[in-house]
Nanobody, 124 residues
C-alpha cells in the first residue's frame, strides 16, 4: 500500500524558516517526479514545487520562487521542501504527491498519490 507521510510543519514567525519532509513507502517512486501542493482555508489546493525523478530539474510557483527549495533523496525515499523568508500568506496545509509520467506538473489531476498534509502557520 502506497503511503506518503509529511512532517516538519509548525508555527513560525514571518521571515522564519521551516523544512518539510515527505517519506514515501509501499512503492518505488525514484522514477517519478514528485511535488508539493498547499491548501489555505477557503482556497483551492495549489501547486508549490516539483522535482524530477533524478532531481536534475525543479519547478516552482511564482509565489515561492527564490524562497523555497525542493529536493529529494531517492536512497531514503524522501523529498524535502526548504521554506525560507516565510510570509503569512504561506499559511496552509502542505501536501506531497507523486506525479505520473504524463500531465502538466502544476495540475492536481497529474498526481496519483497524496499524503495527509502538514500544517504550516506563519504569524505576522
Amino acid at each position: 500500500q502506497v503511503q506518503l507521510v509529511e512532517s516538519g510543519g509548525g508555527l513560525v514567525q514571518a521571515g522564519g524558516s521551516l523544512r518539510l519532509s515527505c517519506v514515501a513507502s509501499g512503492g518505488t517512486f525514484s522514477r517519478n517526479p514528485m511535488g508539493w501542493f498547499r491548501q489555505a482555508p477557503g482556497k483551492e489546493r495549489e501547486f508549490v514545487a516539483l522535482i524530477t525523478s533524478s532531481g536534475g530539474s525543479t519547478y516552482y510557483a511564482d509565489s515561492v520562487k527564490g524562497r523555497f527549495t525542493i529536493s529529494r533523496d531517492n536512497a531514503k525515499n524522501t523529498m524535502y521542501l526548504q521554506m525560507n523568508s516565510l510570509k503569512p500568506e504561506d499559511t496552509a496545509v502542505y501536501y506531497c504527491a507523486v506525479k505520473r509520467y504524463s500531465g502538466n506538473y502544476y495540475a492536481r489531476s497529474s498526481y496519483d498519490y497524496w499524503g495527509q498534509g502538514t500544517q504550516v502557520t506563519v504569524s505576522s
